[in-house]
């Protein structure tokens, strides 16, 4: 049984796709390198894993994105063009977004198919729960590297979260901000 995950809009898809990707790597790479200097204990968590290259296909999406966590680096690629990778997770950005924000345990997203995984399941499996400890929050953390323009982004992204469904922050800090 799949759980019930709001999907991206099929046009939202198709208009993303001509956009170049210098920009979106920019933004990848700012909120990664901050992720892993405010929660520095989710790369020792990683441990050796660290080193691997994960391949995160938002199948909703014109991109993949390959995090290399030991770097802190994550960089978006064609679909058509996938770089080379140990490990690959699959399945709708919703399913991702749910996932690390704790909205959704990613076991039961795992065995449900929402998400499926190839290659290095080990390094996945230390990953995902990096990420749970972490406690994450994207919303948090883009707001972080936005300045004066914080506030404003949060509420635009909890109007965006009430409009599409899609996690856009950690659960259990939603009456924080709201």
């Known amino acids: 049984m799949t759980l019930t995950l ?19 790597n920019l933004f990848l790479g ?15 968590r990683l441990g050796a894993h ?18 290399l966590p030991g770097d802190s680096r994550m960089t978006a690629h064609r679909r058509s063009h996938p770089p080379a990778h140990e490990a690959r997770i699959a399945g709708p950005m919703s399913a991702f977004l749910a996932m690390m924000h704790g909205a959704e ?5 795992f065995f449900s198919r929402d998400l499926t995984v190839e290659g290095d399941t080990a390094a996945v ?13 994207l919303t948090e953390e883009i707001a ?27 659960a259990e800090t939603a009456g924080d901000w709201r």
């Open 30 to 44: 700012a909120v990664t390198r901050r992720m892993a200097k405010a929660h520095p204990v989710m790369l020792r």
């Open 50 to 67: 660290a080193a691997r290259r994960f391949l995160i296909d938002p199948v909703d999406l014109p991109w993949v994105f390959l995090l």
């Open 125 to 137: 499996l230390a990953l995902r729960n990096a990420m749970d400890d972490a406690e994450l929050d």
């Open 105 to 109: 345990d990613g076991d039961a997203l």
């Open 6 to 24: 709001p999907r991206l809009p099929r046009p939202l898809g198709l208009a993303a796709r001509p956009l170049p990707l210098s920009p979106l």
């Open 144 to 170: 972080a590297l936005s300045g004066p323009l914080a506030a404003p982004l949060r509420r635009m992204l909890t109007g965006a979260e009430r409009v599409t469904g899609l996690a856009l922050h950690r």
